[in-house]
Each structure stands twice: as structure tokens, then as C-alpha cells.
């Protein structure tokens, strides 16, 4: 992101500096929407990030770690600075130490462990703005769908299911979806519905200037997480512009096989475009590699791959069977090859009652929160705010 003081040195005029903070618990499209919007509002977005014992006192346990949580928001291509550690309740001290103007949050209260409204010392300061939450997805609603291991949020298509989940004991899976769950612990299915103008406003809508060397990956990235955003670093670091290919909801499905992928493709393309590395997608993308891929979006000079097993495509080829005999094929390493999709969904499986207790928790906490929401509109049409 280019610092804001360069577009506004030559009118003189302060930048705007905004301020968002949050758990960014499984770094998402939602949250990424409202970074988005945050960053358009001024010429600045500092983004503060709750520590895991802080999110601990105050909501529950996180999935992700505080380094991942951290190197994911500081991923997206609208995030001028990370504060890592940021105080739960906003306060404007915080504000003044990073030269703030205003806070943005979405339209919806965020309370602490009192019950306490996190921004009403920013809202009563006048320094608070909102902008639109994203409908349809949470970090609560994706660790639903890991919980009831469901596959009613995939996009539907002809291809088949053919083998059951790739790293994860099927007889815990099994025993794991069985049993009796408090009434209201796990979320239902929500279905996001992306539109043309939602990819617009994500894409970076930069074509690859002459000379430029592209680059070409593919894969599901389901759970948009530090594993994919370092492979798409290294991959981006062979070239100048990097295509990303992301293979639809059957493909994933027919390869892996169980509730995969747990983020359907439109969600999953959102993910990835956020990502400052991605210059483009291909939405859908076939699973092998063909000569379409590689000559009719642009002229791909290398098709990088992690350093990891892939499995074969259903027709049992492998899917860089072209690249490689091309001699374009590379494999690279990263820091977080430990850090998988799969992984992830063990780590909700090993928590199984944590995870549950605290989605009743959240369910509750949620109830609340919507009626002073509810309270603070009433009052606002009441005072014609």
C-alpha cells in the first residue's frame, strides 16, 4: 500500500488517518470488506489486533494464533500497519498515540466481558464511523460448518464425491458429527451471494504490463490462512504478476472428498483477492494445469507449486504433468508448511467442547448485542440523529 503522505503532499492537506480493530480470528473475505470500506473512507487504515489472552478474557478461545492472526491482517492489501496487542475496548489514547481521526466499525455492537459497548468512549468523543458488515459470513459461521461438518454451503455441480477427508482420522470425524449438542450451540448454514460488483471492488484490476513474467498457482485455498499468504509471497518473488487458479466446489470435493471445501468458490475467490500478493484469478480453474490455462488469460512463464504431496487428478495423471515437460514447473518452500486447511479443522476437532461451549456463548452474547443495537437505533430515530 503506497503511504498516504505521497497522494496528499501535493494538496497540503492532512492525511486521514483510520483506525479498525478486532480479532480477525481466520482472517475472511468479511473482514477484509470491512478494511475495504475503512481504507476508501481515508488515506491511512492503521488496523489494531487483539492479543489471544485479551480475546480470551473478553469472547472465547481463538482458532488461529496471534502471529498468524497478525501476518494475515497485515496480508491484505488495504492495511497500511499492523498494532499488534490492541486494547479490546477502544480507547483514545490509543487513537492519539497513532495520530487517528476517526474509528471504523461495522453496524453492528461489539461488547466487552461487562457487557460494555467497545467503541461508546470513541462514539462519544465523536471519532467513530461505521460501514456495512458482510452478510452471510463470520468467523463463528465457519467453525459452525467445521463443527456440523456440513457440505450445504457448496456451490452445487454434477461432479461427484469420491474419496473421504486427505489427513484427517475418518473415525474421529465419524464420532465427532455424532452425538447429542446443546440447542443453539452451532450455527446454521449461511450462503453467501457474491455479485460481479463485490469481485470488482476486490480486484486489483492491474493487467501484466509487456515483459512482465507470470506467474501461475493453483489450488483450493479453503480457509484463507499465513500457509497460503507465504506460498503466495514466494511465488509472487518469481515474477511480476501473479494468477492464481482456484478450482470450484466439485473439484475440491471430488479430490479431498468429506464437508471440503468448508468455503464455497465465491468465498474462497474473495479470500484470495484481498491477499496483496494476487494480482488475478481464474474462478474455477481446472484441476491439471492444460494449455488454456497456460496461453489464454496470459502467457504464463512459471507454474509454481508448494513443497508438499499433491494428489492426482480423478483421471489419476498428474495435474503438472504439462508444466513440468514444459520445463516450467517450480516447487517452493515456506516458513508455514505446517499450517494447512486440515490443520486448521484438527485443531476444532481436538477443541471439539471447547469450540462448542463457545459457540452457545457467542449465540448469547449475540442476542444481546442485537437488542442495544436495536436500543441505540431506537434512540437515534427518537433524537432524529
Not at 107 to 120: K, L, M, V
Not at 183 to 210: C, D, N, V
Not at 370 to 385: F, V
Amino acid at each position: 500500500m503506497t503511504d498516504s503522505t505521497t497522494n496528499t503532499a501535493s494538496t497540503g492537506r492532512k492525511p486521514v488517518r483510520v483506525w479498525v480493530d478486532g480479532c480477525f480470528d481466520m482472517m475472511h473475505f468479511g473482514h477484509a470488506n470491512a478494511l475495504r470500506q475503512a481504507r476508501a473512507m481515508g488515506d491511512y487504515l492503521v488496523v489494531g489486533v487483539h492479543s489471544d489472552a485479551e480475546i480470551e478474557r473478553n469472547k472465547g478461545p481463538c482458532v488461529m494464533k496471534e502471529d498468524e492472526r497478525y501476518a494475515a491482517v497485515a496480508a491484505c492489501k488495504w492495511v497500511d500497519v499492523v498494532v499488534k496487542d490492541a486494547p479490546y475496548v477502544t480507547t483514545l489514547e490509543i487513537l492519539d498515540e497513532y495520530d487517528i481521526d476517526f474509528v471504523v466499525h461495522g453496524d453492528d455492537i461489539t461488547t466487552a466481558a461487562d457487557g460494555t459497548d467497545c467503541y461508546q468512549l470513541v462514539k462519544d468523543a465523536g471519532r467513530y464511523k461505521e460501514c456495512k458488515r458482510t452478510v452471510g459470513i463470520s468467523t463463528t459461521e465457519l467453525v459452525g460448518r467445521m463443527l456440523l461438518l456440513t457440505r450445504d454451503h457448496h456451490i452445487r455441480g454434477s461432479r461427484a464425491v469420491r474419496s473421504p477427508i486427505q489427513g484427517v482420522d475418518e473415525t474421529v470425524v465419524a464420532n465427532f458429527s455424532q452425538g447429542s449438542l446443546p440447542a443453539g450451540a452451532l450455527t446454521g448454514i449461511a450462503h453467501y451471494l457474491s455479485t460481479s460488483k463485490k469481485i470488482i471492488q476486490f480486484s486489483s484490476g492491474r493487467e501484466p504490463k509487456t515483459g512482465d513474467k507470470v506467474v501461475y498457482v493453483d489450488g483450493a485455498f479453503d480457509l484463507f490462512h499465513t500457509g497460503h499468504i507465504e506460498f503466495f509471497k514466494r511465488a509472487r518473488e518469481l515474477g511480476d504478476y501473479l494468477l492464481v487458479g482456484i478450482h470450484d466446489d466439485q473439484t475440491v470435493n471430488a479430490v479431498k472428498g468429506g464437508n471440503f471445501p468448508v468455503m464455497n468458490l465465491q468465498e474462497r475467490v474473495l479470500g484470495a483477492l484481498q491477499c496483496r500478493y494476487v494480482d488475478e484469478v481464474i474462478i474455477g480453474a481446472p484441476y491439471s494445469v492444460t494449455k488454456d490455462v497456460l496461453e489464454d488469460v496470459y502467457h504464463v512463464d512459471v507454474v509454481v507449486h508448494g513443497a508438499s504431496d499433491q494428489p492426482l487428478d480423478i483421471d489419476g495423471k498428474d495435474p503438472y504433468d504439462l508444466p513440468k515437460r514444459l520445463g516450467i514447473y517450480h516447487e517452493v518452500e515456506h516458513p508455514r508448511l505446517d499450517l494447512t486447511t486440515t490443520t486448521i479443522i484438527e485443531r476444532i476437532i481436538a477443541n471439539r467442547h471447547v469450540y462448542i461451549e463457545r459457540q452457545a456463548r457467542k449465540a448469547k452474547k449475540a442476542i444481546a448485542e442485537a437488542e442495544a443495537e436495536l436500543r441505540e437505533k431506537e434512540l437515534k430515530a427518537a433524537l432524529h440523529i
